[in-house]
Every structure is written in C-alpha cells, then in structure tokens.
C-alpha cells in the first residue's frame, strides 16, 4: 500500500504531525489486536476531529470484520479498505480528498499483482517477504481464514525477483512469511513447494542469510528437511506453531498432527540440522482444558525443548466454532496457566543462551543499543526480529547490517552478549 501510494505521487512521512493523511493498518484476529488497532484508529481521529489531519483512512483485518458498523463507531474515518481491496488504497485517498467516504470492502483475499511497488519498512539490511496470502486450514480457534481468505500464493519467479531487487536495495536477510509457508505452492503448483522456492531465494546473490517463519508441523517433508540440512544460508531457525501438548486439545482445535506426530518431527529435525533453534507458539485456556491437558502441555514443552515461544491466552473470537465450545476456562486461570508455562519456556531459553557461553557466534547487527552507548544490538541466526531477544556487542562502532564473529560471554533469559571478532562484511 504505501508502495502504490508513493508511486501516485504521496510522500511518506516519519512522523505524523507532518502527515495530511494516516493510513492505519489494522490486525483484528483477537481481542487484543483488534484494542491496539481501535486504540490507533481514536488517536487519529482525534487529530481528523481537531483538523490536524484531512484524511483517516483504515485497512486491514478490523476493517474487513467490523465493516458494518466501523464508520458509523467512529464517524471521523473517511475510508475504509478491506483485505481484499488493498489496491483501492490510492483510490481511497483520491476520494476523500474530493469530500467521499468510501469503503472498498468485499471478498478477502488479494495478492498484490506482480511489480507492485514496495516500500520497505523495516530496516535496510532485512526485509519479510510475504509469499502466499491467506490460509487454507481450519483451526477452530482461528478467523483469519474468514478475514484473509483461502491460501493463495505467488509465483516463485516473482518472488525471487522481489528478493532480487531487496537484494540491490542492501537486504542481506530474507524472511519468508505466509499464515502456512509449508503450504506454499499448493494453490499453484497443486503440492507444497517451499523446498524448491527455499533453494531458488537461496541463489540470489547478496542474500546471506534466508529465514522462514510459520510452518505448520505436518507440512514439514523429507524434501524441506533436506534443504534446511543442506543449503548453509537457509537459517537452522524453525517457527512450528505447534499450539498444544495434549491430543484431546489438538482435535478440539481442529490441527492436523498429534503430540506425537510434532515430538517425531522435533526429533527428526533436531537430528538432521545441526544446532537448531525451534521456536513455536502455544496457547492455553482453549476450551475444556483440563489440568490434566495443561500437564501434558507441560510435559510436551519439555520434550521439545523449544528455545524459543510465545504462549498464548486463548480468546473466543465471535464467528470461530472454539468461540460457541462448551467448558470455557476461566481467564484468570488460563492466566495462571500461561504465566507457568512461560516460566519453563524461560528457562528453557535461558539454558540454551548459558549453553553458548563461549562459543563464536556470526551475528547481523541491527544498529546502536538503546540500553547503553557502549553496545549495539544484533542477531544471530537463533534470533528473529521483533519476537526473538538480541545478542548485545561491546563495540558500539559497529554499523547496521553489518556482520560480526562475536565470542559469547553472557546469557540472561532471552538474550546474550559477547564480544566482537573482527568485522567480516558490510552493507
Ligand atoms: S494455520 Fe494459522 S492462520 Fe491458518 S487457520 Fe490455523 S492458526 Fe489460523
């Protein structure tokens, strides 16, 4: 979106008390989400009211699931863009501007057709890349299939010559992203093909390193576990979702595996790639979960092992079959559920971190530490962006993309420190 609007002629601003216009890009798959976004969208509309701005425009999921009464909530939107209609944005804005309130809602589902500008908005040295668009399952618990629509995927060529053109721009880092990147491919190629796109992105030159987030568990095949043993700039970073640890859950939730079915496929993964880091994500509270489910939880996150994760409160979204399940668990408990297993989890990452303690680690660094003048932050391959720690370098010099061999020296919970070897490459 901002891509189509700098290229009509918008300029994209920092901040907004330049802005004329704000385009608030919403998430609205749980409770929470949805608040940050409704909180994003008053701020804004406060300006819109006191004339600090000429044009409030929302998109994304909140847009497309509160369609109905989201202009008439908060009268000061001018415009409304649905998940399916992301190319209206330009449109929208056009409208506004000769007094309209449009709102471009209909069918979800939209794959930005091949050549479409990008502004990138994360930092120069990496960028997601968004390879399908929607998801195909049926998790009980889950709208986005009702929000986003049926899995849909792009061409690998063009994928590959989007990273191509990261790649010119200075992205070292390439991550893949889709709701089920495991499924990528079936809407095209009629079977999954993340293992031969992994090997194409992997060739292009000036990508060093190549991460992939959201694979489904029972979509990880020999062939993909091949690449990943195989290809030296795939990262050994798998993000499995895996949700829960007891069977009665699992089905409830309407997942495609078993605990036994992800231990197997940890196991296995863990043994064909060396140094691996799983991270997953887990909710609890799900319907009818009893203690003895939250134990095989527990018992299940210490089979795995996960370096890293999230867990989840589970929340009743309106519209999902989990959201009309009997049995609903108290949300203090499920609090309590959730604050217990993070406790593990923590210490589970913070015995991998001591675990590194003397090893030397290549890092990317993402720029200076806002902790202190002597450091900067960086990642190694067991840390995403924004949902992994950092590994902290005593050498404040360092640049942004540029990569490092560091010595690790210390661990907290979720992240490390160490000191740097010499430089061995720069953007
Ligand atoms: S795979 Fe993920 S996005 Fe798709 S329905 Fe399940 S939880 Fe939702």
Redesign the pocket.
């Known amino acids: 979106m901002l891509g189509l609007l700098r290229a009509a002629g918008h300029a994209i601003v920092p901040d907004v008390g330049q802005a004329r216009g704000v385009l608030v890009n919403t998430c609205g798959f749980i409770a929470d989400a949805a608040q940050e976004g409704v909180n994003a969208i008053l701020r804004y509309a406060d300006m819109r009211a006191q004339g600090r701005l000429d044009a409030l425009v929302v998109t994304g999921c909140l847009a497309q699931r509160y369609r109905g009464e989201m202009m008439d909530e908060i009268p000061e939107i001018d415009a409304l863009v649905g998940t399916g209609d992301f190319g209206a944005v330009v449109e929208a804005f056009n409208r506004v501007e000769h007094g309209e309130k449009p709102s471009y809602i209909g069918e979800p589902g939209w794959l930005a057709p091949e050549g479409t500008p990008r502004v990138v908005s994360t930092p120069k040295h990496y960028a997601y890349v968004k390879v399908s668009e929607g ?1 195909s ?3 009980s ?2 709208l ?2 009702s929000l986003r629509g049926p899995q849909v995927d792009r061409k690998s060529e063009a994928i590959v010559a989007e990273v191509e053109r990261l790649a010119a721009q200075g992205v070292v880092e390439a991550i893949l992203v889709a ?2 990147t495991t499924a990528y491919g079936r809407s095209l190629y009629g079977k999954p093909s993340l293992a031969g796109l992994l090997r194409e992105v992997c060739s292009v030159p000036g990508i060093e390193w190549v991460r992939v987030l ?1 694979t ?1 568990p029972s979509l990880i095949s020999e062939e993909l576990i091949d690449v990943f043993a195989s290809e030296p700039k795939l990262l050994p970073y798998m993000d499995i ?1 895996m949700q829960h640890g007891s069977d009665r859950i699992l089905r409830a939730m309407r997942r495609q595996i078993t605990r036994q079915g992800m231990i197997d496929v940890c196991n296995k993964l863990r043994r064909r790639i060396p140094g691996l880091v799983i991270r997953t994500s887990l909710i609890v509270g799900f319907p009818g979960e009893t203690d003895e489910d939250f134990t095989d939880l527990m018992t299940f996150i210490d089979e795995i092992r996960p370096e890293r994760a999230g867990v989840f409160v589970f929340s009743p979204e309106e519209g999902t079959p989990a959201a009309d399940l009997p049995d609903q668990i108290a949300p203090s408990l499920a609090r309590e559920r959730r604050g217990i297993a993070m406790e593990r989890l923590a210490q589970i990452s913070r015995q991998f971190g001591e675990s590194r303690i003397g090893s030397i680690q290549r890092v990317l660094v993402d720029g200076p530490s806002s902790e202190s003048e002597l450091l900067c932050v960086a990642r190694s391959y067991a840390e995403a962006p924004d949902v992994d720690g950092s590994v902290y370098v005593g050498d404040a010099t360092l640049r942004a993309g540029q990569f490092v061999d560091v010595r690790i020296t210390d661990a907290v919970e979720y992240d490390i420190a160490g000191e740097p070897l010499e430089p061995i490459a720069e953007v």
């Open positions: 998801c399952n049926r998790c618990y889950c986005i299939p709701q089920d959201y489904y979702p």
